[in-house]
């Protein structure tokens, strides 16, 4: 495998790096969303990567793994929800968002493919 820290898979940082795209995007959101829409789609989307890391050092339990793969694909399409609402509130424009959207689709993909070829990521 040649990978030895979550920091080196690809689905790692590409969830990183869309994480703090909606971090920037996010700074421009009206004030009375702070606490709502701001937190929401922030924290979803920066489940994804820390669940990334306790799936990585859960990988001697197949199981284990797996499940900590499924939070983060919940919290990728809990982040696709979250642009909907940007784009239909008005605070995102929807070329950002569905850049973003897609983004996640993609990240949702690696996930899967990780859930279900699972035995190649554990630890024997």
Not at 65 to 85: M, N, P, Y
């Amino acid at each position: 495998m040649g990978i030895r820290r979550h920091t080196e898979l690809d689905v790692y940082k590409r969830s990183f790096e869309a994480a703090m795209l909606i971090y920037n995007m996010t700074k421009s959101f009206p004030q009375e969303e702070r606490y709502s829409l701001v937190d929401q789609i922030r924290r979803s989307s920066r489940s994804v990567s820390a669940n990334l890391a306790e799936a990585w050092r859960k990988r001697r339990y197949e199981a284990a793994f797996i499940a900590k793969l499924s939070d983060c694909e919940s919290e990728a399409a809990e982040t696709q929800v979250w642009l909907q609402f940007s784009v239909e509130c008005g605070y995102a424009s929807r070329e950002n968002a569905k850049a973003l959207y897609s983004e996640y689709d993609e990240l949702i993909a690696m996930l899967v493919h990780m859930i279900n070829h699972a035995a190649d990521w554990t630890i024997k």
